[in-house]
């Protein structure tokens, strides 16, 4: 479900609708216009909730201002929460018994997994704590066995946290705000940011042409953990399918 105009929106659930036909999964997009009122959304979700052939719901964020996010999330069947934003799923995570693993923390460890980087033990250090990246991020890294710090705005010193970290996870949603002095040589930086420079570019979290050269790995954008977020979705769906 998408609602509004946000053109950022519009491009990630055209990609999500792709992926899916790509790989045979059949979707539905229920795109309600900006004065939208959150009962007919409920409604809608309730009707999905109670449908036998959809195994996955996925409402789009950010919702308009006037809409209740955490009621709408509430409002969506665990068993049907392919993001992992449900209290009920949000708590399983914390707990380490999971169905669901919320898509971009998912393809972030995919990403590191698949390039043959060993997490544990390591010093793992996120930038953000959101309810949908940095917080999660964090549980996956610790479950991996990693010792993890999550920094934010009030963080004290930030440059001496960063520069700490092994892996370093950039989720702040300030373009290029990790510059090449917060990166310590030979560290694995993962850029989860998806905003915009000042020529109106599409960019990261992180400054790439600098940290480029400190880091031992890192992530562009696009191209990095965008498309990860959508095959991470894609996997929770047919999860949700199997154990239905
Ligand atoms: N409910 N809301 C819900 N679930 C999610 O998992 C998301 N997220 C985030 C925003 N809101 C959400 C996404 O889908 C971020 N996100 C997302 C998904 C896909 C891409 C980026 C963010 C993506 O496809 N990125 C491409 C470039 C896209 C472009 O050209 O603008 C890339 O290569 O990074």
């Excluded at 216009?33 to 996925?58: A, H, M, R, S, V």
């Amino acid at each position: 479900m998408i609602v509004g105009n946000n053109s950022a929106s519009r491009v990630y659930v055209d990609n999500k609708k792709k992926a899916c036909a790509e790989i045979g999964i059949y979707s539905e997009e229920y795109a309600l216009p900006e004065e939208t009122t959150q009962e007919e959304i409920l409604k809608i979700i309730d009707e999905l909730n109670k449908k036998e052939d959809i195994n996955g719901i996925l409402v789009q964020l950010p919702l308009p201002k006037h809409i209740d996010e955490k009621a709408v999330i509430n409002a969506i069947d665990p068993k049907k929460d392919v993001d992992a934003f449900h209290p009920v799923n949000v708590g399983k995570i914390m707990i380490g018994d999971f169905d669901f693993v919320p898509c971009t923390p998912a393809g972030v460890m995919e990403l590191i997994k698949e390039s043959g980087i060993d997490v544990q033990g390591k010093e793992c250090v996120v930038i953000g704590r959101s309810n949908i990246v940095g917080k999660p991020q964090a549980m996956l890294l610790l479950h991996s066995n990693a010792t993890v710090t999550i920094c934010h705005s009030k963080t004290r010193d930030l440059k001496e946290v960063t520069k700490r970290a092994d892996i370093l996870v950039a989720a702040v949603g300030i373009a290029k705000f990790v510059k090449a002095d917060m990166v310590k040589e030979g560290a694995v930086v993962i850029d989860v940011g998806m905003d915009r420079d000042e020529n109106g570019k599409l960019c990261g979290d992180v400054d790439f042409e600098e940290v480029k050269n400190v880091a031992a790995a890192i992530t562009p954008v696009p191209g990095g953990v965008g498309p990860m977020t959508i095959a991470m979705l894609m996997k929770n769906t047919v999860k949700s399918a199997s154990i239905k």
